[in-house]
Nanobody, 117 residues
């Protein structure tokens, strides 16, 4: 089971760190779904060597990291904008990172991030 925490209401320009806690998974990906839009991947990290990948939307402002001792993956988001408002999900798969959300077999329940002044 994966559990996301750390969401909330934040002001534009601020930073936020989301956590995904759970066991298993050779790769953990972070996805988000804005109101009325499809679910998009933003970042992924492999457990073995911590190689990480970012979607264009996450490049430069998003940082993914993991602490295997705590079985937790983090997603830091800097300089938040209202366009970052979404439900953020983490998901696990038994293979290396994939861009395809259907490749992930276990999902958390999501955590809401709302960026507003």
């Amino acid at each position: 089971q994966l559990v996301e925490t750390g969401g909330g209401l934040v002001q534009p320009g601020s930073s936020l760190t989301l956590s995904c806690t759970g066991s298993g998974g050779r790769a953990i990906g972070w996805f988000r779904q804005a109101p009325g839009k499809g679910r998009e991947g933003v970042a992924c990290i492999n457990s073995s060597d911590r190689t990480s990948y970012y979607a264009d939307s996450g490049m430069g402002r998003f940082t993914i990291s993991r602490d295997n001792s705590k079985n937790t993956v983090y997603l830091q988001i800097n300089n938040l904008t209202p366009e970052d408002t979404a439900v953020y999900y983490c998901a696990a798969r038994s293979y290396l990172c994939s861009r395809d959300r259907v490749a992930y077999t276990r999902w958390g329940q999501g955590t809401q991030v709302t960026v507003s002044s």
